[in-house]
């Protein structure tokens, strides 16, 4: 059985109200790192600083699977003032650059190697491995994983120290690259070797078909601690090997930056594509450097300059990069670590900034009805009478912008949100998510997509570890993306489920259900009778489940809520061990996600209680 359960940080303040004083942000100042509009830092805690950009989140299993229906249009409800993001230390200070100047940097873990001007190797940070302990010579190119380093000589040989891989085959090359569990250099005619270290199952050195004019070598957390390699062609296509991150990203590039699951280029132009689910904030850009946070698994930062010499940071983890505003000077190089990166100004001299942790308090959602509500882990959405989109929450990522339209169905999942509109299509944001036509009648998110067309065939896209989008043929009423599996209703009310089934969250018992919900680990439904039948792991007891008539049934990491028929809310699990912090009312609809849950009153306003600030989640996992 593969523990693929990480965790990570216990980071959720349970029982804090949906409430509080609002505060609209200030806009950010032009080149700085970039924020959602509306969550920028407040002053105490950030000052001298700009906020981040856009990035997508971690995940959790979608919330309400069915669609719903198509709103009578009334005046649309204004988004929801968003509460002020408060900044977290990521850990403790990195050590202050040395002196340079520097013509060359490079940032892993948490350290950086620079070449000075006569090709000498300094590097500095964590020392753990020895990985700081730079040989002399005279180095042309350098290059930083977490715990060791390579250079290439004024020869073309490649030379490591720390806690490196196995040796590299000779030379002489033109460029090297690093990751945890292998380094690969590119030769004058374009070839790329990589070599691997035995530790990681990987051993040996292999040659990457083509020839490439840039490459970089990534480490893919998770099951398996899997790798790849990505290479720019001679006609600047960008090609990953091996598996699904193999295909061709449309260019053409001049350079590339990739962390495994996301790739950028730079074209000609100076515009960065990101593939992947992260996009780019517009702009004209020279450079462009990105790093997988490895504790994390599915979280990246990305960094770039713009024409300007300004930094710009992005991504979608909960800590966002930070450049120092105002900027020292401008830069003419960039690079990116797991928990902080490193520019060079003009005079060669390196400035360092850390990740810090955005916190966005919940905001009280903009008056007016609401028909559906939808919560993921750092952001919430919820549709209006009108069908009108409304998401609030981290907006690292641009999930919180939805596209403008009416929609019937939202359901916000892990790095992107859907939504169905009028005319049955699904639409996600953020991302450039490929989606299949529709028209379809139900939308489920989690790690991936599922949807029912409306001769109700299960379609499902995204990644597909485990085999979680291979849906089985058949005619569906029902239908929910979990983190590992999915799950379904036929028209005769039997639950079909597919993809992991490690804790048995897809041996659905047989019976006749009106209702059904894929978590991360588990899968509970509703039967003709009204009670709630669960398979699969939780944290609690099954004799906790509330008893029935139950409506409708949402799961959680570690607990669960369900709606009586009366509209009652009932909640069970570790964070939700009794009714007591449920605010009164009735409600239609719930929806949970670590710590926090969110329901639709009768009323068609929205209510959140339990963990209301958008922040760290403390459960990841690692596919």
């Known amino acids: 059985m593969h523990m693929r359960l990480l965790l990570v940080a216990v980071a959720l303040a349970l029982g804090a109200a949906c409430s509080g004083a609002s505060e609209r942000a200030p806009e950010p100042a032009p080149g700085a790192a970039v924020v959602p509009a509306a969550t ?24 309400t699977p069915t669609a719903t229906p198509a709103p009578t249009p009334t005046a649309a409800a204004t988004p929801p003032p968003a509460r002020v993001n408060r900044l977290v230390s990521a850990g403790p200070p990195v050590a202050d650059p040395p002196r340079g100047p520097f013509s060359e940097i490079s940032v892993g873990g948490r350290g950086a190697c620079a070449l000075t001007p006569a090709g000498e ?48 085959p000779p ?17 004058a005619d374009g070839e790329a070797r990589c070599w691997y270290d035995d530790r990681w199952g990987l051993a040996g050195t292999i040659s990457l078909p083509g020839r490439y004019t840039a490459i970089s070598a990534v480490w893919v957390t998770g099951a398996g601690q899997t790798s790849s390699t990505c290479g720019l062609t001679d006609d600047g296509e960008i090609d990953c090997f091996p598996g699904w991150f193999g295909e061709e990203r449309l260019g053409p590039f001049t350079s590339l930056a990739s962390d495994g699951r996301r790739t950028c280029g730079l074209t000609a132009a100076g515009e960065v594509r990101c593939f992947g689910s992260t996009a780019a904030p517009p702009g004209t850009y020279t450079a462009v450097s990105m790093r997988r946070i490895h504790s994390l698994g599915q979280s ?61 308090e919940q905001p009280d959602p903009a008056p007016g009805r609401y028909v559906a509500v939808s919560d993921a882990d750092f952001h919430t959405c919820a549709l209006t009478e009108a069908g009108e989109a409304v998401c609030w929450g981290r907006n690292t990522g641009g999930e919180t912008d939805p596209p403008p339209g009416r929609y019937t169905a939202i359901s ?27 028209p379809y009648t139900a939308i489920s998110v989690a ?15 995204g990644r ?13 009423t029902a239908i929910s993306a979990g983190w590992f599996h999915s799950c379904a209703l036929t028209e005769t009310g039997e639950a079909v489920c597919w993809g992991s089934n490690e804790w048995g969250e897809s041996d659905a018992p047989a019976g006749r259900y ?73 409600y239609t609809a719930i929806s949970i996600s670590p710590g926090r849950r969110c329901a639709l009153t009768d009323a068609g306003d929205v209510t959140c209680w339990g963990a209301t600030e958008y922040r760290a989640g403390f459960l990841f996992w690692a596919e």
């Open 40 to 63: 920028a830092p407040p002053p105490a805690a950030a000052a001298a600083r700009t906020p981040p950009p856009a990035a997508t989140p971690a995940a959790t299993p979608a919330p």
């Open 171 to 187: 030379g002489p090359y033109v460029a090297i690259t690093t990751t945890q569990s292998h380094a690969c250099a590119l030769t």
């Open 514 to 586: 009106t209702a059904i919900e894929a978590g991360p680990r588990g899968t509970c439904a509703i039967d003709e009778a009204g009670e709630a039948r669960c398979w699969g792991i939780f944290a609690h007891d099954p004799a906790d489940i509330p008893a029935g008539p139950l409506s409708q049934i949402a799961l959680g990491w570690y607990d669960a809520c369900a709606l009586a028929e009366a509209g009652e809310a009932r909640c069970w699990g570790i964070f939700a061990p009794d009714s007591a912090g449920i605010p009164a009312g009735r």
């Open 447 to 461: 790690g991936h997509v599922c949807a029912l067309t409306t001769t109700g065939e299960a379609v499902c896209w």
């Open 300 to 360: 990246s930062h990305i960094c770039a300059l713009t024409e300007a010499g300004t930094a710009v940071c992005w991504g979608d983890a909960w800590t966002a990069m930070l450049p120092p505003d105002p900027a020292p000077g401008r830069y003419t190089a960039i690079g990116v670590g797991e928990e902080y990166a490193c520019a060079l100004t003009e005079a060669g001299e390196a400035v360092c900034w850390e990740s810090e942790e955005i916190i966005v």
């Open 121 to 168: 190797a300094v590097c500095w940070g964590d020392n753990d491995h020895g990985q700081i302990d730079a040989p002399a010579g005279a180095f042309v190119a350098i290059s930083k994983a977490p715990a060791y380093a390579c250079a290439l000589t004024d020869a073309g040989e490649v030379a490591c120290w720390g806690d490196h891989v196995s040796r590299a």
């Open 464 to 476: 597909n570890a485990y085999g979680k989008t291979d849906a089985p043929p058949g005619r569906y």
């Open 412 to 438: 916000a999942g892990s790095g992107y949100t859907c939504a169905l509109t009028e005319a049955g299509e699904a639409v996600c944001w953020p991302g450039d998510v490929v989606i299949p036509p529709g």
